[in-house]
């Protein structure tokens, strides 16, 4: 195998890429059944990656996508309201344990920083996983048949608890599901990862864990969207009945402990159901959710810290609403219910939020233009699923096993997902299939379509310019870079690019700005789209990334996606003046593409806010002729407002500095003048 390297960029010595690869394999062949394997693996690996980093300069966060950036937002946001919670209400010893365990997230930033750099670590991934789900389930079926008696009766049992044993077994099984979709698998390799996929879901079942199996009802209608797609409708329908059928055989089969455990939880739930007491593991856990949900209730903003559920727990069993031995507990079996214990709402939104932020990447994965990174997708996604919903019924980040398989689902499956892509983008891309047009419309753009033509020309099949009356160069320097250049008059800009649109001959058709400027990275992945014989999609939203104010800007508003790349038979523009769209035929299927389209937006403050001023004169016209109408002066300052807090909060544009809080001001200075230029239309009228 190959390994391409990204130009100009420091990457790990080869003898450093094998290490690593040779560490993540043990962690994940060995972590189930030795979990210090895995926590040695996890803390060997971030190590390494914090020595590294350090030495080739590589803590360079601004290099990560958004959405990885908002990630290791999350991890710092969540562990530090954690260390908050503990230093407000003070520490006893189990507190002490408990920063331990929850410092060890932070790990997962030069944990991802690292992966990312790494090109050997893929095939490490695939085959850890099938050797440990296997490993698992021999060991499972050796503990069955022989008799072994645990503490947990005829649960599988060893230095890993069941429910950890049982949930992880079925996060690998979950996840070699994309492995056995990989066309250039070999015969043998598939037959081996069928056999791996049925011997860690037996290890599950013989765990009793039953919690983890709550997964299927979520993943079943991912599955015939992502994975399922690119089978015949029989076989995607079928691999999902037969999941649905080894589901039912597993807590129905009376000769495993899944089924008893099954028959359990649902006796217990009748109970509960009828107002009766549930002496089961359910029921337990029902009474130690009610204590937790009670010690919500009277601190809901902040939480009672991380000692406030076993003093609550205390107090449940000396009024008698617990039984005495209820004190093994530490904590009330959930991680959303010890979020809310622990910090309140802001506690259970932080989890959320980390949570979101890596399941998102691996969801936004499958719109992109690359098939080679959607298996890794689908790997982490269900990686994070399953751990999401054991969750529910355990709390996953008060024991180090839960840490160490979080944060390793959480950082290894998305640098992984970037090395792929850097990959395969650097590699000979074949000729494309497909001609491509690019259309652009102008006018006194001298100063930047130079930039924009450059990028284009010579790359494109055929490069169209409608210029509506430059009153500078703009249309000299057009035509130092193409032929087709037509000097129009100015019918607004969704009318404008439409007619663009229409003098495209090629079936593909790219639609840019002035402002605008491909990145290598991105025209190597459209060529990449087009080189399919029949691309995926019928039109490719594209990322912008908006240069304004010295500074690069990657949040708020302006961090959009707008769709730019489509096939020319399925797509018209809008006719609006201002904010014109491309609409799509209604059955048309819409991707991603990740490289970069520079976005040179203003050319200084002035500038930007004339341009506001000019736009929302125009979107006020166009709102008061649909009929728009503003009744109540404040309307205008109350948009304002909220739109601020939109961008600047909600949209994280705070984590661009000074330069994503002048831009959240000037967008709302946009919307205030928007509308009070449409109350000004709507008082004319009277």
């Known amino acids: 195998m190959l390994h391409w390297r990204a130009p100009n960029t420091r990457q790990p010595p080869d003898w450093l890429d094998r290490s690593a690869a040779a560490v993540l394999f043990a962690s994940l062949a060995l972590g189930l059944l030795l979990p210090k394997i895995a926590g040695a693996g996890f803390l060997l690996f971030s190590l390494a990656g914090i020595i590294w980093l350090s030495l080739s300069g590589g803590w360079r966060l601004r290099a990560l996508a958004p959405l990885e950036r908002l990630l290791l937002a999350a991890v710092l946001i969540y562990v530090t309201l954690w260390l908050a919670a503990w230093a407000w209400n003070g520490l006893d010893g189990a507190g002490r344990d408990g ?72 996060a690998f099984a979950m996840m070699l599901l994309a492995r056995v979709h990989d066309a250039s698998l070999a015969a043998h390799e598939r037959i081996w990862t069928v056999l791996a996929i049925m011997l860690a879901i037996s290890a599950s079942t013989l765990s009793g864990s039953r919690g983890a199996w709550l997964v299927l009802p979520l993943l079943l209608p991912v599955y015939l969207v992502t994975l399922g797609v690119e089978q015949r409708p029989l076989k995607r329908y079928l691999t999902a009945l037969a999941l649905v059928l080894v589901a039912l055989i597993v807590m129905l089969n009376p000769m495993v402990p899944m089924s008893e455990r099954a028959g359990e939880a649902a006796s217990d739930l009748a109970r509960l159901v009828q107002g009766e007491q549930a002496e089961g593991t359910l029921g337990r856990r029902v ?15 902040a939480g009672a810290g991380p000692g406030g ?77 399953t751990l999401m919903v054991i969750a ?16 390793l689902f959480a950082a290894i499956p998305a640098g992984l997902i970037h090395a792929r892509r ?40 055929e490069v169209i310019v409608l210029d509506s009356g430059s009153s500078d160069a703009t249309v000299e320097i057009a035509r130092r870079h193409t032929d087709s250049v037509h000097e129009t008059d100015w019918p607004g800009y969704g009318r404008q690019k439409q007619r663009a649109l229409e003098m495209a001959r090629f079936d593909w058709v790219l639609s840019m700005d002035a402002d605008e400027a491909l990145d290598e990275e991105l025209r190597r992945e459209i060529d990449r789209v ?43 523009f809008t006719l609006a003046q201002v904010h014109e769209k491309i609409v799509m035929a209604p059955d048309s299927r819409i991707g991603l593409l990740e490289g970069p389209l520079h976005h040179r937006v203003f050319r200084d403050i002035e500038h930007a806010r004339a341009k506001f001023d000019r736009y929302a004169r125009l979107q006020a016209a166009e709102r008061h002729q649909r009929g728009r109408r503003i009744h109540f002066p404040v309307t205008p300052w109350i948009r304002a407002l909220l739109n601020f807090l939109d961008n600047y909060f909600l949209r994280t544009a705070f984590l661009d500095g000074k330069a994503g809080l002048t831009m959240s001001r000037l967008h709302a200075e946009y919307t205030l003048k928007k509308y009070r230029y449409l109350r000004e239309l709507c008082v004319s009228e009277t």
Not at 287 to 301: N, R, Y
Not at 364 to 381: C, D, I, N, Q, Y
Not at 555 to 567: I, K, Y
């Open 287 to 301: 009474v130690m959710w009610q204590i937790s949900w009670q010690l919500f209730l009277e601190h809901p903003l």
């Open 530 to 572: 087009l080189a399919q014989p029949e691309p995926a999609h019928h039109g490719y939203a594209l990322t912008w990334l908006t240069h304004a104010f010295g500074q690069t800007l990657s949040f708020g508003h302006w961090a959009r996606t707008p769709l730019r790349l489509v096939m020319r038979e399925r797509a018209h």
């Open 422 to 461: 850097r990959q395969v983008l650097y590699q000979p891309a074949p000729p494309r299939r497909h001609g491509l047009s690019v259309i652009i419309i102008c006018k006194n753009e001298a100063d930047r379509i130079g930039r924009c033509l450059e990028s284009v020309a010579g790359w494109a099949d």
């Open 309 to 385: 559920f076993r003093q609550a727990l205390e107090s449940a069993i000396a009024s008698g609403r617990a039984e005495p031995d209820f004190l093994a507990y530490r904590h009330p079996h959930s991680a959303y219910l010890s979020a809310l214990n622990h910090g309140g709402l802001v506690g259970l939104l932080s989890l959320l939020l980390l949570f979101a932020y890596v399941v998102r990447h691996h969801v936004r994965v499958w719109h992109t233009g690359l098939r080679e990174t959607r298996l890794l997708g689908w790997s982490g996604l269900a990686a994070l699923s």
């Open 99 to 170: 920063v331990g365990r929850t410092l060890r997230l932070l790990l997962i930033i030069p944990l991802l920083l690292f992966v990312r750099q790494l090109d050997r670590l893929e095939p490490a991934w695939w085959l850890g996983l099938t050797v440990g789900a296997v490993l698992a389930g021999v060991y499972a079926w050796w503990f069955h048949l022989s008799g072994q008696v645990s503490v947990h009766e005829h649960r599988v049992d060893g230095p890993t608890n069941p429910i950890y044993f049982g949930g992880i077994a079925l």
């Open 392 to 407: 529910l019924t355990e709390s996953i980040f008060e024991r180090n096993t839960g840490i160490v398989w979080f944060a």
